[in-house]
C-alpha cells in the first residue's frame, strides 16, 4: 500500500510540472491521494517556530531541507544580556551564602537573634531564585526543534532581530 501511494506522488509530481495541474481529473486525483495518505496516517504537520525571548541572531545551525531531531539547535540569539544576569544572580548567591555563615556564627555565639537568621535564608532563597531565572534565560536564548523533521524555510540571518511574535524557521514535522 505503501508502495502505491509513493507511485501515485511521484505521478502527480510529474503532472504537476506540466499545464496538467489546473486539469479537474487530476485536481480529484490529487484530493484522492490526499484521502488515502491522511488513512495510512502520513499527515504532514508544518511547524512555524519561533524564538522564546527578542535578541539578536548570533549563530544559525540549521537550512532548508535539513533533517533536524527533536530539541536539536537551530539557532541562537546573543547571550551577553543573559550571561550577565547569570554572572550578577552568581554574585548576590556568594553574597548571600556568606552572610548566611557569619550570622549563624553570630547566632552561636549569642549575638545575633532568629529575626535576622531568617532574613538571610530568605535573601538565599531569592538569590538562589534568580539564579533559577537566569539558567532559565540563557535556555531560552537557543532556538529548538519541538519535534523530528525536516528544515523547510529559515527566515533569518546572523544579526537579524528576533521576537517570539515573529516564526523563523518552518519544519515539517515526521509522521509517526
Sequence with gaps: MKKRYNQEIEKLN????????????????KALVGEIARKLGYTED???????????????????KQEVQKSSALLETDKQHASAAWKAAEVQLKLAQT???????SYEAGNSGIAELKEVQSELRAADTAMDVAKIDLEDLTVRA???????????????????????????????
Design 99 to 105: 552572610r548566611l555563615d557569619v550570622i549563624l556564627r
Design 14 to 29: 510529474r503532472l504537476g510540472r506540466t499545464y496538467l495541474h489546473r486539469h479537474p481529473a487530476l485536481i480529484k486525483q
Design 46 to 64: 508544518i511547524i512555524r517556530v519561533a524564538a522564546a525571548v527578542s535578541g539578536i541572531v548570533s549563530e544559525v545551525h540549521v537550512f532548508r
Design 146 to 176: 519541538p519535534a523530528d523533521g525536516v528544515v523547510l524555510n529559515v527566515d533569518v540571518k546572523v544579526g537579524e532581530y528576533v521576537s517570539p511574535e515573529n516564526p523563523v524557521v518552518q519544519l515539517r514535522a515526521k509522521s509517526p
